[in-house]
C-alpha cells in the first residue's frame, strides 16, 4: 500500500527496470502496460501510479495474479477487519522462490514490531473470498484517495487462482495519480481517517482536504448516501416509485462529493432497473436493463459473469440485441 519514506528505495518503474529489481527476477520484464502508467516516486517519499496519457473510465489498467494468497480470521477487536493467519502466510513464503520473496519484502510493513511478515500482510493483502487474502506487489503501490478513479475486481473464477483486474473508474487525465480506496467513502472525514490510522498516515486528498463549511456539507453528504445505501440493503424496505427517488437522490450526491465511478453506475444501474421492473412499463424496463448492461460493462468488461448474463437475457427478450 502506501510507501514510506524510510523503505528501502527501489529502482523506479516505468522508464527502466534494473535486472537486480525483485520483479525482474520473477518476471522479467515490467508485469503491467507501460503505455498507459508509470509506478514511480511521489511528493510523499513512496511510489505510486501515475497515468501516461488520458485514460477512460473501462479500461482495464492491470491484471494481476496473486504472488501468494493465505487464510484470515475475523479480528476480535474489529468484526470487520481480516486478521492473517500467521502459519498459513509461513506456509506461503516457504514456497517462493527467492526472488519472489524479495519482491513481497520490499513492501511496507505499517506495523512495525517483530513480526515483518505479518505487518507486510496486514499492510498490503487484499480481501479476496472465503476468508482468503491475497498479496500483488504490483497493485500495492496504488495510493489511496476518499475520491478514487479506479477500482479493482477480484476474479476468483479465473485461473490459476483468480485474478486481481484493475478498471479506470472516473476519467483520469496524463499525468494524473491513478489511486483506490482503502476505506468505505461513503462515511464522514473522521471516520476514514479512523480507518486508515493502520496504514501509518493521514489522508490529505481532495475530499480530507476541506475547511469549515464545505467539509460539513461533504461529511453530511457521505453520511446521507450511506443511510441511503443502508435502506437498500434492508430487503424489500424500499422500492418502486420511492427507490426511484432515492436513487435519483443518491446519485446528486455522489456526482457532488467525486465517487461516481463505473462500478457505482453500474451496481446503482441494475438496482433501478429492479425498481422500474414492479411501477413502469415493460418498454421502459428493457430500456434500463440496457443501460445497466452498458454501466456494468464498463465497470468489469464484457467478460464479466455479470456482464454476460445481462446480455443473454435481454437479447432473450426484445428483438433488439446489445
Not at 420511492?242 to 453500474?266: M, S
Request: hydrophobic letters at 35%; charged letters at 30%.
Amino acid at each position: 500500500m502506501l510507501e514510506a519514506a524510510q523503505q528501502k528505495p527501489i529502482p523506479m518503474f516505468g522508464k527502466s527496470i534494473l535486472p537486480t529489481d525483485p520483479m525482474y527476477e520473477v518476471y522479467g520484464k515490467l508485469p503491467y502496460d507501460t503505455s498507459k502508467f508509470h509506478i514511480k516516486p511521489d511528493a510523499h517519499g513512496g511510489f505510486g501510479w501515475f497515468a501516461v496519457r488520458d485514460l477512460a473510465p473501462g479500461t482495464r489498467l492491470i491484471r494481476e495474479w496473486p504472488l501468494f494468497t493465505y487464510d484470515t480470521y475475523e479480528s476480535l477487536a474489529d468484526k470487520k477487519a481480516a486478521v492473517p493467519d500467521k502459519k498459513s502466510v509461513q506456509d506461503a513464503l516457504d514456497k517462493l522462490s527467492e526472488g519472489q520473496r524479495n519482491m513481497f519484502e520490499e513492501l511496507m510493513d505499517a506495523h512495525g514490531g517483530k513480526a515483518v511478515h505479518h505487518g507486510i500482510c496486514e499492510t498490503n493483502g487484499f480481501a479476496l473470498a472465503d476468508h482468503k487474502a491475497g498479496i500483488f506487489p504490483t497493485l500495492a503501490r496504488v495510493n489511496h484517495s476518499c475520491t478514487p478513479n479506479a477500482r479493482y475486481q477480484w476474479k476468483q473464477h479465473e485461473k490459476p487462482p483468480g485474478v486481481m483486474d484493475l478498471y479506470v473508474d472516473l476519467p483520469i487525465k496524463e499525468g494524473e495519480e491513478i489511486t483506490i480506496s482503502y476505506c468505505a467513502e461513503i462515511t464522514p472525514r473522521d471516520v476514514r481517517r479512523d480507518t486508515l490510522k493502520k496504514y501509518q498516515f493521514e489522508c490529505n486528498c481532495v475530499a480530507c482536504s476541506l475547511t469549515g463549511e464545505a467539509q460539513q456539507t461533504s461529511d453530511s453528504n457521505r453520511s446521507r448516501m450511506r443511510e441511503i445505501r443502508k435502506n437498500f440493503a434492508i430487503k424489500e424496505a424500499t422500492g418502486g416509485e420511492e427507490g426511484l427517488k432515492l436513487l435519483k437522490e443518491l446519485e446528486e450526491l455522489q456526482i457532488a462529493e467525486g465517487v461516481n465511478g463505473a462500478e457505482i453506475r453500474g451496481s446503482d444501474a441494475l438496482m433501478k432497473s429492479t425498481f422500474i421492473r414492479a411501477v413502469r412499463p415493460q418498454e421502459e424496463w428493457l430500456q434500463s436493463l440496457k443501460e445497466a448492461y452498458t454501466a456494468v460493462r464498463f465497470a468489469e468488461g464484457q467478460d464479466s459473469q455479470t456482464a454476460r448474463h445481462l446480455k443473454e437475457f435481454i437479447n432473450s427478450s426484445t428483438p433488439m440485441r446489445v
